[in-house]
């Protein structure tokens, strides 16, 4: 008996661990966060943090502008390593996208209330990495003014359609819903916060913005029950989408011949690797937003902790992946694979192979510790080299795989050029400027979610025990 | 200043009197068309000038170009408004009637011929309505027997290299010809007291009768002139080799077809020693094609320095320094009943035993060859070991040398340099690409010497270094624009017929050389057809030499012109004079020609450039070739430079590692370092005539230290080991015998049938296929080559190779395997494997790679987007990207070098080799308009046509008679990555090595088993 109330008490605990702060009622809540983008005064960090953002997309803009008239050839790609950092950058955002469906969609079906306070930023994270990385599969072409609409299957006077075993073209269909489907999804999301704030706005212009996207959501009973729908709708439609999109990617290397890329084990693989890389953005994000903006309590230590165990378990499940590769290369008995793997651990790019596993496998390990995950700057610390392990797999995947393949006179080194960098930061660039403006110009957290934890909201179902 | 009336009149009208002179000088039917046209009237010239666009101004203007572009630029502009646009007033003279046998959109081949280093190669030239666009061999010289090596290949590129010199020009000024001819006359005039004391002619070897008989005559008319002749590697040593054992300096001409055992000291004569490589590697390789049970497979033996390609097929190669050649020859001959004496080099003795053993086991049957870098004592050995043989008049016969008049180069340009150095020469004519400023032993000092001479002129395609220390330079005609004649190894000679009117208005040797004369101003054809209308039996009887000279064209050949066999005797008192050679203590530097740019004239040639040399691998540079052990002891690796100095002289030149070169020994090829090669080759390589002197051209003592200083060298293929794999198969001759099917047992996996989920596909009209024989192949690169030119392949430069972007459609694998310090070599050409079931075509987005109804793997370049994808999934790395805009679209010439049956592709597609499938396609409008099927042969790709050694053999394999399909029938047939279930096309006869049995002579293994050894397993030197 003792214990048993011992355990409910315990479990009580948890599920009553603050997901907001104390002492908050509605006002505060919409307060604290609609006032970030109402206020007149821009803060000094968001213009130094903007002005990055903006200069590094400005080198984007030059790179791409010089790649068109050049060719890409200005980057290092060569023969035989014909995928490089555009394909490893183009997997990398890819991937980081995947946590902001996940937060958005199965968290929300799986009833997960400690998504709301960081669902709103997470989704706007997904569609800015999704935009990024869609520059990459257009711009790494040979011919980019073709393969942009090429690709798709549209209906022309030669009766030409793409050529859909490709899964290049899978990725085409895959990414292209997955940014729709994620952009939906969270305009959604955002109406009935953009309507509080055309109710609050106090200028002309905000009220009119607002406004107009607000698509004149009143508030009504009504509104709410269409949202409802339509929020379980999109995000029933989003759940399968955080598999499949990862899944697809992970075609182009798997259904491909090469040593170290036909593997079956690809689709999961890559998808916990995905999510892992999105959770260690969201919260290289959210650590120093909410510092920023006094959001400690919204973003709580509850959802630093959550996120950064997450982390460990996709973590966990990356390595084991990396294990199972090892092991069927071993296993397989194909000579090439073995010879792949060897080189992929002691050949010429055997660094970035280490540096990856001692960051994804065993940087990771930390979080099984509460005094690391409570630590933010370590976590900080922590997550934004998750994200740099997370790019080295892609690399070490994409070029060890080709600079050995099966013929040896045909083995070459890639090195990177200014160029390739450039278009890598120009993205990163792309990505700080659009969020940048997002946490200016939007709520970033979603208000009227967060005012259903309120205690406040809470009267009626009091008695039900939970949430 | 008053012009008279006459004056004018004859400036601006026609002059009957001189129009008749001209008739009446020109012999036999000559057509003329209007009278200005005989005249050669200034107007004339400038119609003509219009007419032929190969002259028009416009193109090598680049003003003119300008104003064409902004026309061009301004008529799409005002597209709407064309009505009010001005057009560019152009001469467009159509045909008034078709030339005979031209049809639009459909080739011509005519035969000609081209000499390089005293011998002809006979040739069959494309030509495109009046361009000529590639070069085949001509089955019916016995030069060329049909193959051609990849000079010939690329030299088309050089006829349209835009850095050719256009002009005639005096110390820079352009100047009109009959000045020249002033100039000349008026400095000849200065001689005509010393019957030509001050007068030197130097020229290249000279094989040609017409050329030869011109410089006789003006000799006759100078007796005190001289004539030079100059290679800059020339062929002394031979010739003072068969001086040395006959007393005269006969040509051995060596038959392989009946040759059981070859020894070649220090001899590459299957690909850049001596006169007839392509004659000797069809010879050759026809003994190394296994037929049946692999009787009548030969065995090779090498002792050379370098390791070469004729090493490489070698059953049993010694490295040795060029040094010790000599005491091995020695150490075999004495074996082998020759009556000399000498220690074969430490460690071979036993070898030289087994060899000489091998050797006499076969008499009658075996050949024992000299390579030219070896001193005459080595020939003269050579010639002796033949003899005692029996070999001579079976395998060998002897032959007066190709060369009209054969000379002692070297002494014959030391002469000449020490005359100028005295003052004693007046006037020094300089005619060919033998480029003595550049070429000429170093301690000649020949460039501050020629400075002595008061008249200079020069002609030459370039404005090179020797051009421009003289005063008078010519723009020399290209082979394919100007008439001559060539003999070739046996004597054969043949008529050098053009294909087009000279682009930049050059000059045959032949006119550059009648301006000595008492006719200073004829014509290259009058010449060479008077001189052959006097050999000529027909002499008299001009429709009868008219009909023997159409024939002649024709064939490319003039029969009857071989030389004899000459029954020479070695003579007694040779041993006397074949003095010993001490061999090199220390290290050895060895000069030899260059691989791809030749002696340094072809530097300015891309495609020769970046042909990727047979060995190294290495493009656009020479390096010092170094064994493995050697650069541990210099401690340096790949590209570190070393400080090699050699009779005072110093030269800086980064290493390369070759494994299999002869320790302590620095092999360097000629012709790369130059400063006035054209903008292509100015600053490439290292000049390596810098260092070389006149007493031993080939080879000398040296030192070598480390700079500490690195160069980046670019090779096409950084592994040289097999890492285990099975792509190059090969076996012993026993093991062949015992088990003919080894290279199927040796998958990695097999498949025994078809696996896929689509229907299996049927082929029922033609199915193409290739099938490549490892062992005949000596991976001269002939086939790279002409790959390039008949596909439209441009050239990418040093550093976009650097990054691994060459656009070889086909490339020469080469593989070592066993001992570093004398490795085996494997060739493997590599051209797209057109799988059946081809993993580029599943992954394209937008279809644009895509099987045909006969197998290939079709590209369709308009479709491309250029994801790569397909490169990525080739497991033969193939494919070849445009990752930048690689064509050339502005220069014109080249514009008319391209094949105008091949696609010529943008920037940021994908290509790859298409089995030359303009080639299928033409074949298949012929057969269709007869009404038959194609046949067998009839569909030559580019590579196999070039290739001497036929190892490509390409052809439909639904037709079981066909050539390949009965070579892939073969046993030794193997397809590359068969387990990966790509059903690839193209496939592989596997290498049978014959090696002695003799444990003296100790054989590396055969590789292609699963436990061959990985790089870093073996001794890692990468």
């Known amino acids: 008996m003792a214990n048993n109330v011992h355990a409910q008490a315990r479990a009580t605990a948890v599920l009553e661990a603050p997901v907001i702060g104390p002492g908050h009622d509605f006002e505060t809540v919409t307060e604290t966060v609609a006032q970030i983008p109402l206020a007149k005064r821009t803060p000094l960090g968001w213009v130094l943090g903007f002005l990055i953002g903006l200069s590094l997309l400005m080198l984007l803009q030059a790179s791409l502008g010089y790649l068109v008239v050049k060719g890409i050839g ?56 999704v935009a990024c990385a869609a520059i990459f599969p257009v711009f790494h072409t040979g011919r980019p003014w073709l393969a942009a609409y090429w690709l798709f299957p549209y209906p022309n006077t030669m009766a030409l359609w793409p050529q859909f075993r490709s899964p290049l073209i899978w990725d085409v269909f895959a990414v292209s819903t997955y940014a729709t489907v994620s952009i939906v999804f969270w305009y959604v999301g955002l109406v009935p916060d953009l309507a509080t704030m055309r109710d609050r706005a106090a200028s002309r212009v905000k009220k009119v913005v607002f406004g107009l996207f607000s698509l004149g959501w009143r508030g009504s009973a009504r509104h709410w029950h269409r949202y409802e729908v339509a929020s379980l709708i999109l995000a029933g439609l989003s759940t399968p989408l955080v598999l499949s999109v990862h899944t697809v990617v992970s075609f182009d290397f798997a259904v491909s011949v090469m ?72 296993y397989s008995g194909s000579f090439y694979e073995q010879q792949m793997m060897w080189n992929r651990m002691f050949g010429p790019y055997g660094w970035s192979y280490w540096m990856l596993i001692s960051i994804n496998v065993g940087m990771v390990q930390f979080l099984w510790f509460k005094s690391v995950r409570e630590n933010t700057k370590l976590l900080f610390v922590i997550s934004l080299l998750v994200n740099v392990g997370m790019w080295l797999e892609r690399f070490v995947i994409v070029v060890t795989t080709l600079a050995r393949d099966f013929i040896p006179s045909s083995w070459g080194m890639y090195y990177p050029t200014f160029w390739d960098f450039a278009t890598y930061f120009g993205t990163i660039g792309l990505f700080l400027t659009l969020f940048f403006l997002f946490i200016r110009f939007v709520p970033m957290i979603s208000m009227f979610e967060v005012r259903t934890l309120l205690p406040q909201a809470k009267v009626e179902t009091d008695h039900h025990g939970g949430h | 200043m008053t012009k008279s009336p006459k004056d004018d009149m004859s400036a601006e009208s026609l002059d009957i009197k001189a129009i008749r002179e001209r008739l009446e000088k020109a012999g036999g039917p000559q057509y003329w068309r209007s009278l200005e046209s005989v005249a050669e009237t200034p107007e004339f010239q400038e119609f003509l000038h219009r007419e032929f666009p190969a002259n028009a101004s416009e193109w090598t203007d680049p003003v003119g170009r300008r104003s064409f572009l902004k026309l061009m630029g301004a008529s799409a502009a005002l597209a709407g408004v064309s009505a009010c646009t001005v057009q560019p007033t152009e001469l467009i003279v159509p045909y008034v009637r078709q030339p005979e046998e031209e049809i639009p959109g459909k080739p011509l081949f005519f035969a000609t011929a081209m000499a390089l280093g005293g011998v002809a190669t006979g040739l069959l030239v494309e030509s495109h309505q009046g361009r000529p666009t590639k070069v085949e061999g001509n089955p019916d010289h016995p030069g060329s027997l049909g193959a051609t090596d990849l000079f010939a290949q690329a030299s088309v590129l050089t006829l349209y290299d835009p850095d050719r010199s256009q002009s ?27 019957k030509g004391a001050g007068l030197r002619i130097l020229t290249e070897t000279v094989s040609s009768p017409t050329l030869a008989a011109q410089i006789q005559q003006i000799l006759t008319a100078y007796p005190e002139a001289k004539w030079v002749q100059w290679d800059a590697m020339p062929r002394d040593n031979a010739r003072a080799g068969a001086r040395v054992a006959f007393g005269e300096p006969v040509e051995p001409l060596y038959d392989f077809t009946k040759a059981d055992v070859v020894l070649a000291l220090d001899a590459d004569f299957l690909a850049s020693d001596g006169p007839a490589n392509l004659r000797y590697t069809r010879q050759f390789a026809s003994r190394r094609r296994i037929e049946g049970t692999g009787e009548g497979l030969n065995r090779l033996y090498v002792a050379e320095t370098a390791h070469s390609v004729t090493g490489a097929k070698a059953d049993h190669r010694l490295p040795m320094k060029s040094s010790q050649v000599d005491g091995f020859a020695r150490a075999v001959a004495s074996r082998v009943g020759v009556a000399v004496t000498g220690a074969a080099p430490a460690g071979t003795e036993a070898a030289a035993e087994a060899i000489a053993k091998d050797l006499a086991a076969h ?37 007066a040398p190709p060369e009209a008049v054969p000379s002692e180069q070297v002494a014959d340009l030391r002469a000449l340099a020490s005359d100028v150095d005295a003052g004693r020469v007046q006037m020094l004519v300089i005619v060919g690409e033998s480029n003595p400023v550049l070429s000429a032993p170093a301690d000649l000092n020949f460039a501050d010497a020629l400075g002595k001479v008061p008249m200079r002129v020069h002609s030459g395609l370039f404005l090179d270094e020797t051009a421009v220390l003289c005063h008078w330079h010519v723009p020399a005609a290209h082979y394919l624009e100007a008439w001559s004649d060539a003999r070739t190894i046996d004597g054969t000679a043949s008529i050098v017929q053009p294909l087009i009117q000279p682009m930049y208005g050059g000059k045959s040797a032949h006119e550059v050389v009648a ?45 009857g012109t071989a030389h004899a066999p000459r029954p020479v005797a070695v003579v007694a008192d040779w041993a006397s004079r074949a003095t010993p050679v001490a061999a090199v203590s220390g290290l050895e530097v060895n000069f030899r020609r260059d691989p791809t740019v030749y002696d340094g004239r072809f530097a300015n040639n891309g495609w020769l450039q970046e042909t990727p040399k047979p060995m190294t691998k290495l493009t656009w540079d020479n390096a010092a070739l170094i064994a493995p052990r050697t650069a541990e002891s210099l401690g340096v690796e790949n590209g570190d430079v070393l400080e090699l100095r050699h009779e005072g002289r110093l030269l800086r030149v980064p290493a390369w590692i070759t494994p299999g070169h002869a320790a302590d020994a620095v092999t360097l090829t000629v012709g790369y370092g130059r400063t006035r090669a054209g903008r292509v080759g100015n600053g490439m390589g290292f000049n390596a005539y810098a260092l070389r002197g006149s007493a031993s051209p080939w080879y000398g003592a040296a030192e070598a230290t480390a700079s500490g200083d690195e160069y980046a060298l670019v090779s096409t293929q950084d592994h040289w080991a097999l890492e285990g794999r099975n792509v190059v198969r090969s076996a012993h001759l026993e093991e062949f015998k015992a088990k003919p099917g080894f290279a199927r047992e040796m998958e990695h996996l097999k498949l025994d049938q078809t696996i896929t989920l689509l229907p299996h596909k049927e082929y029922t009209g033609y199915a193409w296929g290739m099938a490549i024989d490892i062992n005949a192949c000596t991976g001269c690169g002939a086939c790279v ?22 656009m070889h459609w086909l490339r020469v694998d080469r593989y070592y395997s066993g001992s570093l310090d004398n490795p085996d070599t494997y060739f493997q050409p590599m051209p797209c494997q057109q799988c059946e079931n081809a993993p580029c075509e599943v992954v394209c987005p937008v279809a644009a790679t895509t099987h045909s109804a006969e197998g290939l793997n079709d590209m369709v370049y308009n479709r491309c987007v250029g994801t790569r994808y397909c490169s990525n999934n080739c497991p033969y790395k193939v494919r070849r990207f445009n990752f930048l805009l690689y064509q050339d679209w502005d220069t014109p010439q080249f514009k008319l070098q391209r094949n105008p049956d091949v696609t010529v592709r943008s920037r940021g597609v994908m290509e790859k080799c298409t089995y030359c499938v303009q080639r299928i396609n033409a074949a298949r409008v012929q057969s269709k308009h007869e009404e038959r099927q194609i046949r067998d042969g009839e569909v030559m790709t580019a590579c196999q046509s070039v290739c001497p050694a036929e190892a490509i053999v390409f052809g439909n394999i639904n037709d079981p008679d066909s050539r390949v399909a009965r070579l892939k029938a073969s046993p030794l047939n193997y397809s590359l990555l068969a387990e990966l279930n790509t059903r690839a096309r193209t496939t592989y006869l596997a290498a049978v090595r014959n090696p002695n049995p003799d444990p003296a002579l100790p054989a590396n293994p055969g590789v292609g088993g699963h436990h061959a050894p990985t790089e870093h397993e073996t001794a890692g030197e990468h």
């Open chain 1, 74 to 129: 200005i980057w290092g790609t060569n023969i035989p390593v014909g995928w490089a950092f555009p394909i490893v950058n183009f997997v990398w955002w890819i991937g980081i996208g995947h946590a902001g469906t996940l937060i958005s969609a199965i968290l929300l079906l799986f009833k997960q209330q400690w998504r709301m306070s960081i669902s709103r930023f997470a989704e706007a994270m997904t569609i800015f990495a």
């Open chain 1, 259 to 330: 040593p170290g890329w036909h593997a079956t084990i690809f689709p999961p693989y890559f998808v916990a690797g995905a999510i892992y890389s999105g959770f260690a953005m969201v919260l290289t994000l959210a650590i120093p937003i909410r510092a920023a903006y006094r959001l400690e309590d919204l973003i709580t230590m509850r959802h630093i902790d959550n996120m950064a165990k997450v982390m460990l378990a996709t973590g966990l499940m990356v390595g084991y992946g990396y294990t199972m590769e090892a092991f069927y290369a071993w």
């Open chain 2, 168 to 194: 005639l020009v005096q110390l820079g000024e352009i100047r009109p010809w009959a000045t020249f001819l002033t100039a000349v006359k008026s400095a000849l005039s200065g001689q005509a007291a010393s």
């Open chain 2, 363 to 399: 008499r009658g049957r075996c050949l024992v060859i000299a390579g030219d870098a070896q001193p005459a004592g080595v020939h003269a050995l050579a010639h002796a070991m033949n003899d005692a043989l029996g070999n001579a008049g079976q395998t060998v016969t002897y032959v």
């Open chain 2, 515 to 559: 301006t000595l004369t008492d006719l200073p101003d004829r014509n290259g054809y009058d010449i060479v057809r008077e001189y052959w209308m006097k050999q000529s039996t027909a002499a008299g009887d001009a429709a009868a030499f008219e009909r023997a000279w159409r024939r002649w064209l024709h064939d490319g050949v003039i029969e």
């Open chain 2, 785 to 806: 080559v002409a790959c390039v030119a008949e596909n439209n392949i441009p050239v990418v430069g040093k550093e976009e190779v650097r990054r691994n972007r060459e």
